[in-house]
Each structure stands twice: as C-alpha cells, then as structure tokens.
C-alpha cells in the first residue's frame, strides 16, 4: 500500500459530517427538588468470543507455507488451505482467479478468495484482508530481494477473519446480516522503495481493483465493509485512516466507539492517521462500498507502518494475541449490532 496526502479542508468537512452518534438522553424521575436528564448508556447486543489463540494459529498456519507469493507452491497451497477453511466453517465459497500484471511487467496467477455466511440475506456486511506476502524485503538491510512471511502485512487480517467465521459458525445466536469474507491476492507487490520510474498507487492492491470491477456475483452491494490490514502486531494502535474518514466517516466513528466501550480506547484511538492507498480505495472507488480501513499507523513516526514493515522481521515474532483479540472482538461485535 502506499501512504496518500488527504487535503486538510476536505478532511476536515468529512470529520465534521461525520460527528459521533450520541445516544439519547432519558428524563430522570420527578423530585420534588429538580428535574435533570442523564445520557443514557445503551448496552451492545452480545456478540460470540472472539478466540485470540485460535486466530494466532490460522495466522501461523499461513506462515507456516511459505512466502504467499503469486506463482509459487507456497502460494498455491495456501490458497486450497484458506478455501478449505472457509467451506468448513459453513461459508458458501467462490474462487475468483485472474492474471494480474506486476508494475514491471511480471504476470502473476492470482486468485481472491470469497466466503460468504448466510449468502440469501440482502443485507450484507463486507469484510476483507489481502493473504498474500511481499516478494522482496525492500525497507530491510540485508536480503533485501527474497521474499518476506508477511505474518502481520497480509497474515494477521486473514487470521482475524478466519476466527470470525469459526466464532459465528459455532455460535447458537446468528447475526442478522450476510456476511461476506474477501481476501484479495496480489496488494503487496507494488513498486520497492529504490523504483526510479513513476510511481503510481494503482501498481499496489491489484485484486482489490479486480474485485471491484469484476464482483464475484452480478449487482452485488453491501452495506458497508471493513478492511483488515496490519492487525497483529504488539503495540499497534489504530488511529482513523484517512480515506476512510473520507468515504466513510460515520462508519469509522461507529467501529470505534464501538471498541471503546469494549475496553480498546488505547489501541482504536481517536487521532487522525493520514490517508492510504490501500484495498477499500477501489472498493469504494470502482465498487462503489463504503468500506473503512482498520490498519496499524503511527503518524507521527517515520516508520508509518512499524519498523517490521516489508522487512523479514514481519514474522510470528510480532504477532500479539491481545492486537488480534482487539481488533477480532471489535469487528465480532460490529457485526452483531447489525
């Protein structure tokens, strides 16, 4: 993905549209002394556990492949894997191959992987992660052209969505919405950090932009949708990314407030986080989603993304159980307030 400039005034117009829901206050009982109103506290509707370790192990699962490069068996067995869990988890599963072309040219098989839970609903949810891993370690300073494990960019939003679909399967109170998994294939192989051409943001997230010009069902919709990317590491924070304020500002604040009263204030943290390039841009853009972006930045740190970021120390030494179960428990739980 690549970090994008939002204009300041824009994003401001967005933030104030997009002011949080208060909820209702309640007349307090009569006294013959004063009468006052109290903000009411509405309560979540309750949701399944979210199982961290379960989520840890589908992540390490992934790892445990290989690189989830395009074009190698790792990559290949990975995706029959991701498939098969779906499909024992209840979903209803498609698999949308295509041949992307890589920013110098390379021809990669690519392959999104949809699962879909209650596919009869007309209300659906979208929900997303990209599965594979980058095929050069360009911010690291040593191997820098072999490809990395991607345990945290790519493997953690698949883990997290993964155990969601297992939580919902299991569990006796079902949501109310369909509930539709997507992980899009080939986001990481944008062009390195030493690229002396253009630059250009659309050689990143390039099954995203297939799905949304190509959706796995003919006049497919949904409500909105949540981007998982980066979601794993120890000490992760989650600001509001930019181009999700942008198209989706109500649906940020929504997920968010929704975390701070599950107890994550400290890791969905109310700051403004810059804008990305990343899989909802084509969502929103081509497919015409609201889809929000939940992705680890630091925005007042060089290192945007954490210092693990396209080098080979993305790996399961970085996976946090408290990060997965943050962001699994939220995403849970949105779904169940539906």
Not at 74 to 101: M, N, P, R, W
Not at 265 to 271: L, M, N, P, Q, R
Request: aromatic share 8%.
């Amino acid at each position: 993905m690549k970090t994008q400039r939002i204009s300041l005034i824009l994003l401001a117009i967005f933030v104030l549209s997009g002011v949080a829901v208060y909820f209702k206050s309640c007349q307090s009982s009569p006294s013959t002394e004063s009468t006052s109103t109290d903000e009411v506290a509405i309560t979540l509707n309750p949701s399944p556990d979210f199982k961290a370790d379960s989520a840890y192990a589908y992540v390490k699962a992934q790892v445990d492949f290989g690189p989830r490069v395009p074009n190698t068996k790792a990559h290949k067995t990975c995706g029959e894997y991701l498939v098969a869990k779906l499909k024992q988890f209840g979903c209803e599963v498609i698999s949308q191959d295509f041949v992307a072309t890589k920013y110098d040219g390379t021809k990669m098989n690519a392959r999104n992987i949809i699962g879909s839970i209650n596919p009869n609903a007309s209300k659906r949810i979208l929900l997303a992660a990209h599965w594979d891993s980058r095929s050069v370690a360009d911010k690291d300073t040593k191997d820098t052209k072999t490809a990395i494990d991607g345990a945290n960019d790519g493997g953690s939003g698949v883990g997290v969505l993964l155990e969601i679909a297992r939580a919902i399967q299991q569990a006796q109170q079902k949501p109310n919405v369909g509930i539709d998994i997507i992980f899009f294939d080939v986001e990481d192989h944008g062009e390195p950090e030493d690229f002396k051409g253009n630059p250009s943001p659309t050689s990143w997230a390039l099954g995203s932009q297939y799905w949304a010009a190509n959706k796995h069902k003919e006049n497919y919709t949904a409500y909105y949708g949540i981007l998982l990317d980066m979601v794993g590491a120890k000490g992760a924070v989650f600001p509001h990314e930019g181009t999700s304020m942008q198209y989706a500002p109500m649906i940020v604040r929504n997920i968010w407030d929704i975390a701070s009263r599950l107890g994550y204030s400290t890791i969905f943290i109310d700051a403004e986080g810059g804008g990305l390039s990343d899989d909802h841009t084509a969502v929103n853009e081509i497919g015409k989603i609201q889809m929000i972006d939940i992705v680890e930045l630091h925005p007042n740190d060089p290192k945007t993304f954490g210092s693990y970021h396209h080098t080979h120390n993305d790996n399961m030494s970085i996976i946090d159980k408290s990060t997965l179960k943050a962001v699994g428990q939220t995403v849970l739980s949105t779904l169940y307030q539906e």
